[in-house]
Nanobody, 126 residues
């Protein structure tokens, strides 16, 4: 089993910045191959991939956040961060940390995730 604990988020005006953090831990002898991502979801919509980071430090971004969001992390500590800048009202959503090696193998857009964080709300006002 893998547990993901998120922190950060909150409310900001358009054009502002926020940061999210997520720490993963494994129990029961579960081996973690680093592959962590951020997704987001708004009411009535499917969860969508935002950014992905693999064990080599290679990042993948959804088109709608390229140039504005930066994903980073520490492979040894199983942590992942999301720095969000130039936020827009349409970025308002519940943001979820995700862990699943399949994302790095098959792509962020597949949404193949077994382990999710509890979610943290990001609200951007106009």
């Amino acid at each position: 089993q893998v547990q993901l604990v998120e922190s950060g988020g909150g409310s900001v005006e358009a054009g502002g910045s926020l940061s999210l953090s997520c720490a993963a831990s494994a129990s029961g002898g579960t081996y973690m191959s680093y592959c962590m991502a951020w997704f987001r979801q708004t009411p009535g919509h499917e969860r969508e991939g935002v950014a992905l980071l693999d064990s080599q430090g290679s990042a993948t971004y959804a088109d709608f956040v390229k140039g504005r969001f930066t994903i980073s992390g520490d492979n040894a500590k199983n942590t992942v961060y999301l720095q969000m800048t130039n936020l827009k009202p349409e970025d308002t959503a519940m943001y979820y940390c995700a862990f699943d090696p399949r994302l790095c193998r098959y792509g962020l857009e597949t949404g193949l995730v077994d382990y999710w964080g509890q979610g943290t709300q990001v609200t951007v006002s106009s």
